[in-house]
């Protein structure tokens, strides 16, 4: 029974993650076209929720990944996934109230790594497995779409340089509903995978799916698609006015370009089965677009914070992941611990979500 | 060591994928759009033979980024 509810409490967790990921990502997809007006903001988000959606049923291999690429499932625990989540939900709920896009795939790897760490010790997680599949991507692929978009931007401005502005701006916020709708179907595709295979591991852990037979079930798919669907849906507005209009002012053939090197990347690493950050992608492509028109373009504070930002996800959310197991584990191995945890962290969020709600900034935000 | 920690070859492969479809399709449906434009343009100055060879041009342009956008989702669904 006990055990029972402590999966439940992990479930919610995950799927509570899965929200925050949903609203937090949703910057990536559409600050862009809402920031060129190639789409409203109600539009959007919606098509963003509606392909998030569609692309969770994609594929399965990045659950795989965090599943069973990363950590050692066999001696992974309930509480483990639990803390790693709280690390996480904690780490995109703090980047989000400052308006600074972060990964959220970081940070749940970051918390799960943290969380395994004060459990199990360094044995509990694969060192070159996350170098190889998290930390080099991490760095590779912003620099990727910097170069990408800054050298598709400076082609593009010499081809449609001498064109009537009229058709070539509707024709690149066309290109912009295309490369939206391809980013909100590869998000859904990676990062609703990420909870999925979140869950699945707790599914291991408290016995229901072999470690031998790692499989994702069918309600574990649907329901952590629509999760991230109804996230994106509430939409993120501090990070997408972070990302749509403080990194650069973006005219329609930057946001296509930016965003359509962020597709091209993701895709890419995708491809060979990385579990990419969306949101350093999208960032760095945004920075390559502004900096191949002039240096200056790009706001460098913004910028400097943002990559910040990247830099502490991993160890910040593991330092929460990790304090999180340890105070659970004061309550030994049962649901006790977490229940007190998920109060007190929903208690929390309650508390600074009212005292922002009451804030005059709250009233522009 | 490192090259076999950090899986170099397909790091490399990734750069390579990236840079030749971002590039490409942003250039290839760059210039479809031009080509548009030109098409608008050449029909406004009664040029008809003009307009025709920009419009096979951008036709040619947007089917290769449908194309494009296509195998992107076959390459997502394939993972």
């Known amino acids: 029974m006990h055990s029972d509810l402590l999966l439940v409490i992990v479930v919610a967790a995950a799927l509570a993650f899965d929200f925050t990921n949903g609203f937090h990502d949703t910057a990536n997809v559409v600050a862009a076209s809402i920031s060129t007006r190639a789409l409203s903001p109600r539009a959007a988000v919606t098509i963003a929720a509606a392909l998030n959606f569609a692309g969770a049923f994609i594929s399965l291999k990045v659950a795989a990944t965090i599943g069973s690429g990363i950590f050692a499932t066999a001696r992974i625990s309930e509480t483990i996934v639990f803390a790693g989540l709280i690390g996480a939900i904690a780490w995109n709920l703090v980047t989000w109230l ?215 996800t991993i160890p910040a959310a593991g330092v929460v992941g990790a304090l999180t197991y340890a105070v659970t584990d004061l309550f030994g191995a049962g649901v006790l611990g977490p229940l007190l945890v998920t109060i007190l962290a929903v208690a929390l969020l309650a508390t600074v979500l009212v005292r922002r709600g009451r804030s005059p900034e709250a009233v522009h935000a | 060591m490192i090259a076999a920690i950090l899986d170099v070859g397909t790091l490399a492969k990734v750069t390579v994928y990236a840079l030749i479809s971002g590039v490409g399709i942003s250039v290839v449906f760059a210039l479809g759009v031009s080509s548009v434009a030109g098409l608008a343009d050449a029909f406004r100055h009664r040029r008809t033979v003009t307009g025709a060879l920009w419009g096979v041009t951008g036709a040619v342009c947007l089917a290769a980024t449908v194309i494009a956008i296509v195998l992107g989702v076959l390459a997502m669904s394939s993972k």
């Open chain 1, 98 to 312: 400052v308006g600074l896009p972060s990964s959220s795939s970081h940070a749940l790897i970051g918390g799960v790594t943290g969380a395994m760490l004060a459990g199990v010790g360094r044995s509990g997680v694969k060192g070159q497995a996350l170098i190889r599949t998290v930390a080099a991507p991490a760095v590779l692929a912003p620099i990727l779409a910097f170069v990408v978009a800054g050298i598709s931007i400076v082609i593009v401005y010499r081809i449609v340089g001498k064109r009537r502005p009229g058709i070539v701006t509707d024709g690149f916020r066309l290109g912009e509903i295309a490369s939206t709708g391809m980013l909100a179907l590869a998000h859904g595709t990676n990062d609703a995978q990420k909870t999925m295979g979140v869950i699945t591991l707790a599914l291991v852990a408290h016995g229901t799916i072999s470690p031998d037979h790692f499989h994702v079930p069918t309600w574990v798919v649907i329901s952590a698609a629509s999760a991230i669907a109804l996230g994106t849906y509430a939409g993120g507005w501090r990070i997408i006015r972070t990302v749509g209009t403080r990194i650069i002012k973006m005219d329609v053939a930057q946001g296509f370009t930016a965003q359509g090197a962020g597709a091209a990347v993701i895709l890419a690493s995708s491809y060979f089965g990385y579990p990419l950050s969306t949101t350093q992608v999208i960032s760095g492509g945004i920075m390559g677009a502004g900096a191949a028109k002039r240096l200056s373009a790009v706001r460098w504070g913004v910028a400097g914070n943002i990559m910040a930002a990247w830099i502490l």
